[in-house]
């Protein structure tokens, strides 16, 4: 976990473009900002997924976690939800803070959205994709509902509540209306327009994501390495964020072989250093917070949530008391 002896300073904006609206959660810890990064969320889902992560990666540069319209309190913007929709979202939010070739780095449906945006542009140098779907074999909602429920079946409670309650701030009606457009999307067909070097992650037990489509995905990428994590399932980037930092650091500095597996002692995110039932609750508050402040459009709330438990956890895993 991090070793700075000081919080990650969170701040949050809302990026508008047109009538779509994107929250941007910035992380920072003052690392050198040679290389911004990215983070773009599954289907549903929203930017607090990557608290372990976004810490992590921002001792070496600040980090721009996306909620995207629709998700995580967001108004959708009327548009059809396509990976090319969310894509422009994104290249909006480059553009907007003169981010120059930042590391994109997707989870699940997010994966498409940053296949998308690199099959775009030849100014991206570093992506990575961590559990990128949809397998074509398997392109049906049933299949993949299948899918997740017996990755989910291998996920901490910690992942399930968020997941839950991430979803329930989308709203059924608008994860419906962007699933079709995600099993319909062949990520295998633009992978190869993608000029930038790739990173492919997925957990050892993630149905979603399985090996087969990995292969597919490296065999028709320009330039592709496959890693997989020992023990981890679907939501690879909360459980085991340790281990897809360290992934992606490695990734850009050229020193990562073009496949391997990670394991899960050397992925997993460690228990708490310094906890106690207070603790738990003030960040199970804070959590709660975040959410009310989002289904009430409260942008102001949504950031104080944050960065409260932003400081909570450099507290529980890094604070020396």
């Given at each position: 976990?991090?070793?700075?002896?000081?919080?990650?300073?969170?701040?949050?904006?809302?990026?508008?473009?047109?009538?779509?609206?994107?929250?941007?959660?910035?992380?920072?810890?003052?690392?050198?900002?040679?290389?911004?990064?990215?983070?773009?969320?599954?289907?549903?889902?929203?930017?607090?997924?990557?608290?372990?992560?976004?810490?992590?990666?921002?001792?070496?540069?600040?980090?721009?976690?996306?909620?995207?319209?629709?998700?995580?309190?967001?108004?959708?913007?009327?548009?059809?939800?396509?990976?090319?929709?969310?894509?422009?979202?994104?290249?909006?939010?480059?553009?907007?803070?003169?981010?120059?070739?930042?590391?994109?780095?997707?989870?699940?449906m997010g994966t498409q959205v940053v296949t998308?945006?690199?099959?775009?542009?030849?100014?991206?140098?570093?992506?990575?994709?961590?559990?990128?779907?949809?397998?074509?074999?398997?392109?049906?909602?049933?299949?993949?509902?299948?899918?997740?429920?017996?990755?989910?079946?291998?996920?901490?409670?910690?992942?399930?509540?968020?997941?839950?309650?991430?979803?329930?701030?989308?709203?059924?009606?608008?994860?419906?209306?962007?699933?079709?457009?995600?099993?319909?999307?062949?990520?295998?067909?633009?992978?190869?327009?993608?000029?930038?070097?790739?990173?492919?992650?997925?957990?050892?037990?993630?149905?979603?994501?399985?090996?087969?489509?990995?292969?597919?995905?490296?065999?028709?990428?320009?330039?592709?390495?496959?890693?997989?994590?020992?023990?981890?399932?679907?939501?690879?980037?909360?459980?085991?964020?340790?281990?897809?930092?360290?992934?992606?650091?490695?990734?850009?500095?050229?020193?990562?072989?073009?496949?391997?597996?990670?394991?899960?002692?050397?992925?997993?995110?460690?228990?708490?250093?310094?906890?106690?039932?207070?603790?738990?609750?003030?960040?199970?508050?804070?959590?709660?917070?975040?959410?009310?402040?989002?289904?009430?459009?409260?942008?102001?709330?949504?950031?104080?949530?944050?960065?409260?438990?932003?400081?909570?956890?450099?507290?529980?895993?890094?604070?020396?008391?």
């Amino acid at each position: 976990m991090p070793e700075d002896d000081r919080p990650a300073h969170v701040e949050v904006e809302t990026f508008r473009q047109g009538t779509a609206q994107t929250r941007v959660t910035i992380v920072s810890t003052g690392a050198a900002k040679d290389r911004a990064f990215v983070l773009i969320a599954g289907i549903g889902v929203a930017a607090s997924y990557f608290e372990f992560l976004a810490p992590l990666l921002a001792e070496h540069g600040d980090v721009y976690a996306l909620d995207l319209p629709g998700f995580a309190g967001m108004p959708p913007s009327g548009d059809e939800p396509t990976a090319g929709f969310f894509a422009d979202q994104v290249e909006g939010v480059l553009e907007r803070y003169r981010l120059e070739n930042p590391v994109l780095l997707g989870h699940s449906m997010g994966t498409q959205v940053v296949t998308e945006v690199l099959a775009r542009r030849d100014d991206l140098t570093h992506a990575v994709l961590v559990s990128p779907v949809v397998d074509e074999a398997e392109a049906s909602a049933l299949v993949q509902a299948v899918r997740f429920v017996q990755s989910t079946a291998r996920e901490s409670l910690h992942i399930a509540v968020m997941a839950a309650s991430a979803y329930l701030l989308c709203g059924f009606l608008y994860f419906f209306e962007v699933l079709p457009h995600m099993l319909r999307y062949r990520i295998s067909d633009r992978i190869g327009a993608a000029r930038a070097h790739l990173l492919l992650i997925r957990g050892e037990y993630d149905r979603p994501s399985p090996r087969r489509l990995h292969s597919r995905l490296a065999a028709r990428a320009r330039d592709a390495r496959r890693w997989e994590i020992r023990g981890a399932a679907h939501s690879i980037v909360n459980g085991h964020a340790v281990g897809v930092a360290r992934l992606v650091m490695r990734h850009l500095d050229d020193e990562l072989p073009a496949r391997g597996r990670l394991s899960a002692a050397e992925a997993r995110v460690p228990p708490a250093r310094h906890t106690d039932v207070r603790m738990i609750l003030d960040a199970t508050a804070s959590r709660i917070a975040e959410w009310v402040s989002a289904l009430r459009r409260d942008e102001r709330g949504v950031e104080r949530a944050k960065a409260r438990h932003a400081r909570l956890l450099w507290r529980a895993y890094v604070s020396r008391r």
